[in-house]
């Protein structure tokens, strides 16, 4: 870009990634709130989020690294080693506080948990989180022994959702098949409704899809603020945002989009057909 193109660039940065300005984000995270989501993480928590995935990024693709492929050339530094392979997305993880980290996984929730441990050629090597919530039976007249209790538990792979097959599930499905919470309401909301209350069921469901929208939208605030940082150039920036796109992308399955920030990036950005600036700036924003 020229000098005229990369301010006109910034001036028209309307900052939606400083989420608490961010009114159509907050909005719908208040509807969502009032729909029944069990937030758990605050707006301050989302926001150092965004703030430590840029800064992560920053440092895993520096200046003189993108500016090497450019075709400039540090010759003090032609011996330092590229640290990106190293700052992968598992690295990032295990650096981030508690509810960020769980955000991140975006692992099924409820009111119950527990940790269970992993078996191989009969020796434990390590354990998995697991949750458990109660269906309750709507005929409670006759739930009068052992057998018959007006509630059965449901246990889940915090991560995946796999519901463990036991003999009170196997009662209200007709496969073998491994199935997954979301699956099983489907099939309760389906033939169940007027025999059982599953409404801790719905909450986990409905706190899942929430918890990954709200991933989704975080995720695709971050790769605007990479595009927008003040400490590089938009060409840089651009290329940075699409790295941290496509690699979270591939770690955990994501769908984030580059539409936004390709629509930002290849905007018209001249002042004027004559604009006599018409050679690259390399100047960062102050």
């Known amino acids: 870009m020229t000098i005229a193109q990369t301010e006109k660039f910034y001036q028209q940065d309307t900052r ?3 989420i608490e300005k961010n009114q159509e984000f907050l909005n719908w995270l208040k509807n969502t709130i009032v729909d029944g989501y069990h937030c758990y993480i605050s707006i301050e928590e989302l926001q150092n989020l965004i703030d430590s995935i840029v800064n992560w990024y920053e440092i895993k693709y520096p200046e003189r690294e ?3 492929y450019e075709g400039t050339r540090y010759l003090d530094f032609q011996d330092i080693k590229r640290i990106s392979q190293v700052m992968d997305v598992r690295q990032l993880f295990f650096r981030l506080p508690h509810n960020q980290l ?3 996984e975006c ?3 409820a009111k119950g948990w527990g940790q269970t441990p992993i078996y191989e050629d009969g020796k434990e090597v390590g354990s998995k989180i697991q949750i458990f919530m109660s269906i309750s039976k709507k005929n409670k007249d006759n739930c009068n022994t052992f057998r018959t209790l007006p509630f059965f538990l449901i246990h889940a792979d915090y991560i995946t959702g796999e519901v ?3 003999f009170e599930i196997d009662e209200y499905l007709n496969n073998s098949e491994s199935i997954k919470l979301d699956e099983l309401l489907s099939i309760f909301n389906e033939k169940y409704s007027d025999k059982l209350d599953f409404t801790e069921l719905k909450e986990c469901i409905y706190d899942h899809n929430a918890d990954m929208e709200l991933r989704h939208r975080i ?3 971050t790769a605007l603020k990479l ?3 003040k400490n590089t150039i938009p060409e840089r920036g651009y290329e940075r945002s699409k790295r941290f796109i496509n690699e979270f992308n591939k770690k955990l399955g994501l769908t984030l989009s580059t539409d936004e920030i390709d629509e930002i990036m290849y905007r018209d950005y001249n002042y004027s057909k004559n604009s006599k600036n018409n050679y690259n700036s390399g100047i960062k924003r102050r």
């Open 107 to 109: 692992g099924y929730r």
């Open 16 to 18: 939606d990634y400083e």
């Open 66 to 68: 993108l500016a090497y």
């Open 164 to 166: 463990e097959k036991d």
């Open 227 to 229: 595009l927008y940082s």
């Open 219 to 221: 995720l695709q605030l």
């Open 102 to 104: 769980c955000l991140m």
